[in-house]
């Protein structure tokens, strides 16, 4: 078992940054690839990023196009997304979460453990 709590959304006008926080507790935090999801009102869970465990692999949804950077520190148990030239369009909730295999991945069902999630909200 694993327990993620995600923190550091808020509201910030287009072109600005935000770093959202994941912080797990649990199980050997190093042994889960983390991914991050979000959720906009009436929309389907999108993908955003994946790390695997040891942090030297990243995937982005194509939506991000350089703007967002996930990383993780195993020692502080934390992933962090680095979100710059932020959108009205990327307004959403924004879950943590993590899976039990040796490989990272884009769907949300292939994920075991959820955060409740952090709000992101970007005005124009």
């Known amino acids: 078992q694993v327990q993620l709590v995600e923190s550091g959304g808020g509201l910030v006008q287009a072109g600005g940054s935000l770093r959202l926080s994941c912080a797990a507790s649990g199980r050997t935090f190093s042994i889960y690839p983390m991914g991050w999801f979000r959720q906009a009102p009436g929309k389907e869970r999108e993908f955003v990023a994946a790390i695997n465990r040891s942090g030297d692999y990243t995937a982005y949804g194509d939506f991000v196009k350089g703007r967002f950077t996930l990383s993780r520190d195993n020692a502080k148990n934390t992933v962090y997304l680095q979100m710059n030239s932020l959108k009205p369009e990327d307004t959403a909730v924004y879950y943590c979460?993590?899976?039990?295999?040796?490989?990272?991945?884009?769907?949300?069902?292939?994920?075991?453990?959820w955060g409740q999630g952090t709000q992101v909200t970007v005005s124009s």
């Open positions: 979460a993590a899976r039990e295999s040796n490989l990272v991945a884009t769907r949300s069902r292939d994920y075991k453990y």
